[in-house]
């Protein structure tokens, strides 16, 4: 099973900054597998980014996705309050799915 | 508009099973096209695939959960199960069920239930 190892585990930014997340696979991945969600505190999920690349409906083009193979990065530029949350980044494989550990964005 | 839902006890006695539902509403599970997953969240926690279910009825499991989950289709088009035997302390958690498009993410999840395994 593929392991999906998140860094950094917290990620402090100043208000208007840019945030770098990145998701690290332990085999490689078809980028059209890898997907990215954003989690607010008694929320469920809500997708950010799928196939690595793409912005989910509503979500502004703050948000860029990038990467291939094992490295994936999720950006976020000109950080807003409403981008606090935590980030996950998910890959499908062969009749199996996994998470990354998480990334929290909060405001330095 | 679809939705989904669990329900089931909050409450788990240490060795019981754990058993949840999943209602969908706005949609039918008896098509090809989707994968209805179980998820959870310990507290404070991250997120951690169960498994899921396919409207065949084959299911596929987290190697780290396939000798005590159990996910079944319900006797209607509209809901799935989840069993989780033999459950411990360290089952509590909030249990999510969703869906999975075939553009490979999950597109809709139910609000979530929490369920503490305490004596």
């Known amino acids: 099973e593929i392991v999906l190892t998140q860094f950094p585990d917290t990620l402090s930014v100043s208000p208007g900054g840019s945030a770098t997340l990145s998701c690290r696979a332990s085999?490689?991945?078809?980028?059209?597998?890898l997907v990215w969600y954003q989690q607010k505190p008694g929320q469920a999920p809500r997708l950010v980014m799928y196939?690595?690349?793409n912005r989910a409906i509503g979500i502004p083009d703050r948000f860029s996705g990038s990467g291939s193979g094992t490295q994936f990065t999720l950006t976020i530029s000109r950080l807003e309050p409403e981008d606090l949350a935590v980030y996950y980044c998910?890959?499908?494989?062969?009749?199996?799915?996994?998470f990354g550990g998480g990334t929290k964005v909060e405001i330095e | 508009q679809v939705q989904l839902r669990e329900s089931g006890p909050g409450l788990v006695k240490p060795s019981q099973t754990l058993s949840l539902s999943c209602t969908v509403s706005g949609g039918s599970i008896n098509g090809p096209e989707y994968y209805w997953n179980w998820i959870r969240q310990s507290p404070g926690k991250g997120l951690e695939w169960i498994g899921y279910i396919y409207y065949n009825g084959n299911s596929y499991y987290n190697s780290s959960l396939k000798s005590r989950a159990s996910i079944s289709l319900g006797t209607s088009t509209t809901q799935f199960s989840l069993k989780l035997r033999s459950v411990t302390v360290a089952d509590t958690a909030v249990y999510y069920c969703?869906?999975?498009?075939?553009?490979?993410?999950?597109?809709?999840w139910g609000p979530g239930l929490l369920v503490t395994v305490s004596s």
């Open positions: 196939s690595t690349s």
């Open positions: 969703a869906r999975f498009s075939p553009a490979y993410y999950f597109d809709y």
């Open positions: 998910q890959q499908y494989g062969t009749s199996s799915l996994s």
């Open positions: 085999q490689w991945i078809a980028s059209s597998y």
